[in-house]
C-alpha cells in the first residue's frame, strides 16, 4: 500500500475518490461528488492518498484557513473495506507532514454528529457545554475517537450546526514542538 501526493493527473483515482467521496457521504455529496474533487484538488490546499494495488482506496485533504499556519484537515475518507488497518492514520500522519513543510502549525477539523453517535448530540450544548465535553462518550462509532487516538483534542462544539441537537465537533492538534508559554 502506497501513501502519497494525491496524483492530480490521473483521471481514474478522481473517478475513484469522487465514487468514495459520494459512496460515504452520500447525504453532502451524492450529486457533487466531482464538484469537491476539484476543489480538493486546488492548487492551494494539499490532497494525499492511499493507493493498493492500482486503485485509490482512501484519501485526505488540508485547506489553508489562516495563512500558512491554520490548516482545515477536509476530507478524510478510507474505503469500508480497508479500514481498521492504520490507513486513516497514516493519511493524516502524511497530510500532517506536508502542512509542516508548507509552515503548517496547526491542523484542525469539524467532525459532524447529524446521527446521534455521541452524547453531544440530542442535548441542549448552550447548557453546560464544556461538563458535556469532558464527559463525551462514543455511543455510535463516531470518528472522534480515531482522532483523539492521533492526538487531535476537542476545542469546542457548534451546537445546532446541523439542525437542533446536531452539532460540529471540532477538534485541534498541535503540529510542532511548542516554544511559547
Ligand atoms: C474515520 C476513518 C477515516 C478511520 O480510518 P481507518 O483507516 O479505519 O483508521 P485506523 O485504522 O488508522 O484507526 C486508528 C485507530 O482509531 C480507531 N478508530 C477508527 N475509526 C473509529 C471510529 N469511527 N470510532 C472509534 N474508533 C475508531 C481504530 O480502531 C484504531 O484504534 P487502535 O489504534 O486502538 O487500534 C474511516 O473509518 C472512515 O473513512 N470513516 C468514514 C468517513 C469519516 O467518518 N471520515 C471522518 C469524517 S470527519
Same mark, same amino acid.
Given at each position: 500500500m502506497l501513501i502519497q501526493l494525491f496524483?492530480?493527473?490521473?483521471?481514474?483515482?478522481?473517478?475513484e475518490?469522487?465514487?468514495?467521496?459520494?459512496?460515504?457521504?452520500?447525504?453532502?455529496?451524492?450529486d457533487c461528488a466531482f464538484e469537491e474533487i476539484d476543489r480538493i484538488l486546488d492548487d492551494e490546499r494539499i490532497a494525499v492518498m492511499a493507493v493498493e494495488n492500482?486503485?485509490?482506496?482512501?484519501?485526505?485533504g488540508a485547506i489553508p484557513q489562516y495563512g500558512v499556519t491554520g490548516w482545515e484537515l477536509h476530507p478524510l475518507v478510507v474505503n469500508e473495506a480497508y479500514r481498521n488497518k492504520g490507513i486513516g492514520t497514516k493519511l493524516v500522519f502524511k497530510l500532517e507532514e506536508e502542512v509542516v513543510a508548507r509552515g503548517g *502549525?496547526?491542523?484542525?477539523?469539524?467532525?459532524?454528529? #447529524? +446521527?446521534? /453517535?455521541?452524547?453531544l448530540s440530542?442535548?441542549?450544548?448552550?447548557?453546560?457545554?464544556?461538563?458535556?465535553?469532558?464527559? *463525551?462518550?462514543n455511543i455510535g462509532n463516531?470518528?472522534? #475517537? +480515531?482522532? /483523539?487516538?492521533i492526538g487531535y483534542r476537542i476545542v469546542g462544539v457548534i451546537p445546532d450546526a446541523n439542525g437542533l441537537g446536531k452539532p460540529d465537533i471540532w477538534m485541534a492538534k498541535r503540529l510542532v514542538r511548542r516554544n511559547i508559554e
Open positions: 496524483d492530480k493527473s490521473n483521471e481514474q483515482y478522481i473517478i475518490a469522487a465514487n468514495l467521496l459520494a459512496s460515504c457521504f452520500p447525504h453532502a455529496y451524492s492500482g486503485h485509490l482506496i482512501g484519501f485526505a *502549525i496547526v491542523m484542525y477539523l469539524g467532525t459532524d454528529d #447529524e +446521527f446521534g /453517535q455521541t452524547t440530542g442535548t441542549d450544548l448552550f447548557d453546560n457545554l464544556f461538563e458535556k465535553i469532558q464527559n *463525551i462518550k463516531h470518528p472522534y #475517537e +480515531f482522532y /483523539q487516538k
